[in-house]
């Protein structure tokens, strides 16, 4: 399934996850004004950007990739918080993607 949205390997993580919520419908001016709820929406959707962000910058400070050795160091709570934070974010991404009434289909190509 194809968005409309052209990307490189070379592109920042903390560039794409806005830019994937903005194509999706997903940031907080594709929330419409009329829908119930629509403030509480767009700052949760905002909170999702951030939290994509805030696991982007622990995995850089806490992470073993790029080939660096390193013993883990955060604790299972804080994993668990990281790891769920994903999973909500990936959740509405997928869930979103797969709507037929989703916002990003109703846009012109």
Known sequence: ???????????????????????????????????DGAPSIRRILGGL????QGIDELRNAEGGGHGRPRS????????RLAFNGARTWCEIAL???????????????
């Open 1 to 35: 399934m194809r968005v409309g949205v052209d990307y490189t390997d070379r592109e920042d993580f903390s560039a794409l996850v806005p830019r994937a919520q903005q194509s999706l419908g997903l940031g907080a001016g594709g929330v419409d004004g009329s829908v």
């Open 49 to 52: 950007a951030s939290i994509a």
């Open 72 to 79: 883990p160091r955060l604790g299972v709570r804080h994993a």
């Open 95 to 109: 869930e979103t993607l797969s709507d037929p009434a989703a916002p990003w289909r109703s846009r012109p190509s």
